[in-house]
């Protein structure tokens, strides 16, 4: 018993060992698994809950057909774009669900097509997509996924071959890292599109191209790739086919070796400005089919051995730094269908069109600047595949195109920037009648009328006419263009009234007749609301003229522009209320009356030169999108109103008006205010401290008002302010600087504070900070003009400046253009030796002054200088000869100064009209007086015209001549008296008094008026 029990308690130790460990080993190889694979791993659903998941998929997004309408509306197939999850409902198949691909035998879920289906919502990381681990592709191409960002759980679909995700707002960083980690797979894969997605770390992505061994195609277009070194491409798999890498912001020169990949088919490098790289000279990827390289810095000749590429079908080369000439052997490309040349960096080079007579498969042509072609007149050109030609400023002299006949299956033709002559052929609307949809004659000589022939181009769409010489009426014929949705004839000869047929054109969106002679009331039945479907409509500068009856605006229209023509009567209070207008110009016209109230709609407001009156309307205000402001030269009255503080308008010009009051504090810190132009009002009081948030002003001008109070030195730390006007306000005091900036108006170029009442020294400390004015060659390269567009608004800045003593408004102010003008104020004092170191400067005024000393001789230095005014000062010393030798100084006054000695001989001085006058000891040629002698010339006035002018000297000259007078009486009297002394018979004595008395009574009188004569100092 003893035995049976030992091997019984045995037996049962051992099964109890062997168990416990075959639990510790289970669980040891369990955790082992779980440690070496994915994270993401876990069973794998089944059929119904993937079906299940892509219903949830869908719930979770809205439907919207503007999710899609910017990517998926412009391509090739209109029935690509529609909601394709709209269809699915519960309880069916999935398998048999729009969109949605299954494998042939387990069922599984392998493909999901959602391109384009309108989806609108964010992607977040617990989507129900990440539990289709089958999926092998995935397509959610041209949807708005605004707001997401790539989820790393797409690692989750390890079988995933191929993923496009482009064209749908995805943003933030690439994980780069997943994707060649845990989707090394990947056969293809987009994110193009996508403006907001980055590839941050260098590091990273050249392990995304050395571990994807499996890719042929990449496309990454608008991805921010600007850290990625070039270099990492060199890793590229040799199995790729298709690399597309436009608008990535890429930086430095492209591998050459990428050219050379066996299997390349597709290469886009195209929109990066920063990237150089040059052609291979041989050993091209043979199988290449598609080259894009536009648009870039790719430099060095275009190799001959490009026309060994006979597969290539799709070459652009536009706007690079290629040199030489354009190979004749692209002739060989039999295949080729799209060629675009142009813009390369060349000095015009001149390419033989029957150079493409070989390409007889070419659907698209486009040739365009610094290429001079020349069509021969011969037959041997003919492209019977031709849709688009675009032939864009090659100094095409003949008439048009012969080779065009040819062509029936032209759709776009593009001829505009050229010099072709004469009238458009009437055979030319005959042979297009059926196919052409856009035309572009626009920026040439045609002359003539408008053939009828062109009616006849039924399928029109688009037709540009402008910038030529065209006259005669517009035929009435154009109605017949039912589709025409685009037509520009402005800038041209056209004549008489509009044709009424126009009205049959209800797809016209875009109208523009500007700048002709034609000769009509205002349009009532083209902006019918209830028939037209206008969006743009111009018919600036023209001879409409009239009353603008009551009508309704077109719902869509936006762009409205009737300026400068001789409109006339009230605009109606409401007129632009009810429509959604958002630019609006009708300046240069005869409205008066009220101004109309505005819709919130709009951000360009132009009703300047017309004769509005009334105050300002608070209901301006409500257009909280204005960007231009100009109520210009008219009539208004009232003050600004406050609510302008809500407003953030780039330009506020309220200048020649009625205005009164204080301008107000309305200028709120982080606006966008360039220029403030409030000049010829009656504004009074200070100018507002909250100027000095205008970081970004460029333009402050109000000069012409009453204004008070000490200059604002406080608005010296502006960085961007470029013209700075004062003139004729009631200022006064020295120019104290801010003191807070090293460097006061470091971009000023227009300083002018003339007709106030400043005193003290010249403002040496701003004359030394003027970089604008300092650096000439730095001028000269910016030879532009200051204005600005925005939202398809272009604001021109203009000033009136004192130029050669006459008042000349600028209507337009080259950014080469400096000036200075502190005259009419009190300034003394010396003028600075550093005014020479303005170099740029164009206008220097200091008249009208007290400066004293001596004309410093760094104004030689002013090489630039074109007029110099410093009249009615008291300078003295000799005239400068570096002052002789500015060439380019056409207008010059020194006159009524205390200047002496020889005047320095050049043919510029030989040109100025009376520059020197008033200076008595100033003697050479112009002037009468010879140098050597002390013969003064006979006085050239009278008595009367000298004390005219004595008047329009400075108070304080004028003021030394009674206390003269006085001493020089007390001096005669006190001589007489002592020489008399002695013999004195009073009666004498007596009668001498009185005489004296008399004398100086006398005296006195006809000196008394002199002493009350006193510069005005707003020179009135």
């Known amino acids: 018993m003893r035995r049976d029990v030992w091997v019984f308690l045995f037996l049962s130790f051992l099964s109890f060992f062997i168990s416990r460990h075959s639990i510790i080993i289970a669980v040891a190889v369990a955790v082992r698994t779980s440690n070496t694979s994915s994270p993401y791993l876990s069973q794998r659903p089944n059929h119904a809950s ?121 943003s933030g960083t690439i994980p780069v890292e997943m994707i060649s980690h845990h989707l090394s797979s990947l056969i293809s894969l987009d994110l193009a599109g996508n403006y907001d997605l980055t590839i941050e770390e260098d590091r990273s992505f050249r392990r995304f191209v050395s571990n994807l061994t499996q890719l042929r195609e990449l496309a990454l277009d608008s991805v921010d790739m600007s850290s990625v070194s ?50 291979p000279q041989t050993n091209w990827s043979s199988p290449l089919i598609r080259l894009r390289i536009s648009y870039t810095k790719f430099h060095g000749p275009i190799p001959d051995s490009v026309g060994n590429l006979t597969s290539m079908e799709y070459l652009e080369l536009l706007d690079s730094e290629f040199t030489g000439l354009i190979p004749p052997t692209l002739g060989n490309l039999g295949r080729l269908s799209s060629l675009s040349l142009s813009g390369f960096n060349l000095s015009r080079i001149v390419v033989d069109f029957e150079m493409f007579a070989k390409l007889k498969n070419l659907e698209h042509l486009s040739l365009s600047r610094n290429l001079i072609v020349m069509i021969p007149n011969s037959g041997n050109c003919s492209f019977p595949l031709l849709k688009e030609l675009t032939l864009l400023g090659v100094n095409l002299t003949s ?51 408008i053939p009828s022939s062109i009616c006849q181009l039924s399928s029109m769409t688009y037709m540009f006419l402008s910038n030529n010489r065209l006259n005669g009426a517009i035929p009435g014929c154009l109605g017949n263009l039912s589709n025409i949705s685009s037509l520009d004839l402005s800038h041209n000869l056209l004549q008489g009234p509009l044709p009424r047929s126009l009205a049959n054109c209800t797809s016209l969106w875009s109208f523009s007749v500007g700048y002709n002679g034609i000769h009509d009331t205002f349009p009532h039945w083209l902006l019918n609301a209830t028939q037209s479907s206008l969006y743009y409509a111009d018919l600036q500068s023209n001879e409409f003229h009239g009353v603008i009856n009551e009508i309704s605006l077109p719902p869509q229209l936006v762009y409205l522009i009737l300026s400068n023509n001789h ?43 017309n004769k509005f009156s009334g105050e300002i309307s608070h209901h301006l205000c409500d257009a909280t999108l204005l960007d231009m402001v100009n109520l210009s030269n008219n009539s208004l009255n009232g003050s600004i109103p406050h609510c302008f503080i809500n407003l953030n308008a780039s330009a506020l010009d309220l200048r020649t008006n009625k205005l009164v009051g204080h301008i107000p504090d309305i200028f709120a810190p982080e606006n966008k205010l360039r220029t403030i132009r409030l000049s ?36 010296d730390t502006l960085p961007n302010i470029q013209v700075f006007v004062l003139r004729s306000n009631k200022f006064h005091g020295p120019l104290d600087s801010s003191k807070r900036t090293n460097l006061s108006f470091p971009h000023l170029r227009i300083f002018d504070i003339s007709n106030n009442s400043f005193h003290g020294p010249l403002p040496v400390r701003y004359f030394a900070n003027l970089k604008a004015m300092k650096d000439a060659a730095i001028n000269r390269s910016q030879y532009t003009w200051m204005n600005y567009s925005q939202k398809s608004l272009t604001y021109q800045d203009s000033v009136t400046v004192v130029m050669k003593g006459f008042a000349i408004e ?167 008296f002592i020489m008399w002394e002695t013999l004195r018979p009073r009666w004498l004595v007596r009668m001498i008094e009185r005489l004296i008395y008399r004398m100086t009574k006398r005296k006195m009188r006809n000196v008394a008026p002199r002493n009350r004569l006193r510069r005005n100092p707003r020179g009135q």
Not at 409 to 427: A, C, F, H, Q, T
Not at 570 to 598: E, K, T
């Open 567 to 609: 409109f006339s009567g009230q605009l109606r209070i409401s007129f632009f209320q009810n429509s959604l207008v958002g630019f609006i110009d009708i300046a240069n016209n005869d409205f008066d009356g009220p101004l109309p109230i505005p819709p919130p709609s709009l951000w360009y407001f132009s009703i300047a030169n």
């Open 50 to 170: 993937e079906c299940d998941a892509l219903l949830q998929f869908s719930q979770s997004f809205t439907i919207s057909s503007d999710a899609s309408a910017s990517y998926c509306d412009n391509l090739p197939s209109a029935n690509t774009s529609y909601p394709k999850t709209a269809s699915w409902k519960n309880g069916t198949n999935c398998c048999s669900w729009d969109g949605v691909t299954c494998h042939t035998s387990t069922d599984y879920v392998i493909g999901l097509d959602l391109s384009c289906s309108w989806l609108q919502g964010t992607l977040h990381s617990n989507n129900t997509l990440f539990s289709l681990r089958n999926l092998q592709r995935l397509n959610l191409a041209g949807n708005d996924f605004s707001g997401s960002q790539i989820s790393s759980r797409f690692g989750i679909i390890t079988g995933l071959a191929h993923l496009n995700l482009s064209h749908s707002s995805f």
């Open 810 to 976: 600028l209507v337009r102010i080259l950014s080469v253009f400096t000036a200075i003008d502190l005259s009419r104020n009190f300034f003394g004092g010396d003028i600075p030796e550093l005014i020479g170191d303005l170099k740029a400067l164009k206008g220097l005024n200091l008249s009208h002054n007290n400066l004293t000393g001596i004309i410093p001789s760094s104004v030689g230095n002013l090489t630039n200088l074109e007029w110099l005014d410093l009249s009615s000062n008291k300078l003295n010393g000799e005239i400068p000869r570096g002052l002789a030798d500015l060439t380019v100084l056409s207008w010059l006054n020194l006159s009524d100064n205390q200047l002496e000695g020889l005047i320095p001989q050049s043919r510029q001085f030989d040109t100025f009209n009376h520059p020197f006058d008033g200076n008595p000891r100033l003697c050479g040629y112009p002037l009468p007086k010879a140098c050597g002698t002390n013969d003064q010339p006979p006085p050239s006035t009278s008595p009367g015209e000298r004390e005219e002018e004595a008047g329009s000297g400075h108070w304080i000259e004028w003021r030394a001549v009674p206390m003269g007078y006085g001493c020089g009486l007390v001096l005669g009297i006190s001589a007489w």
């Open 680 to 715: 010829q009002n009656r504004f009074g009081g200070a100018l507002p401290q909250s100027l000095a948030n205008c970081k970004n002003l460029e333009v402050l001008d109000v000069s012409e008002n009453e204004l008070e109070g000490r200059f604002p030195y406080w608005l």
């Open 399 to 449: 008439t048009f195109p012969y080779f065009l006949r040819s062509s029936p299956e032209l759709e776009v033709l593009d001829i505009s920037g050229n010099m072709i002559s004469g009238p458009i052929p009437e055979w030319f609307g005959r042979v297009r009648s059926n196919t052409l949809i856009r035309l572009d004659l626009s920026s040439n000589n045609f002359t003539g009328e």
């Open 230 to 279: 070039l270099t990492s491409f060199t890793n590229l798999s040799s199995t790729l086919s298709s690399l597309s890498l436009g608008v990535c912001f890429l930086q430095g020169t492209f591998p050459i070796n990428i050219f050379h990949l066996p299997n390349l088919r597709i290469l886009s490098l195209s929109d990066n400005s920063d990237l150089t790289g040059t052609l």
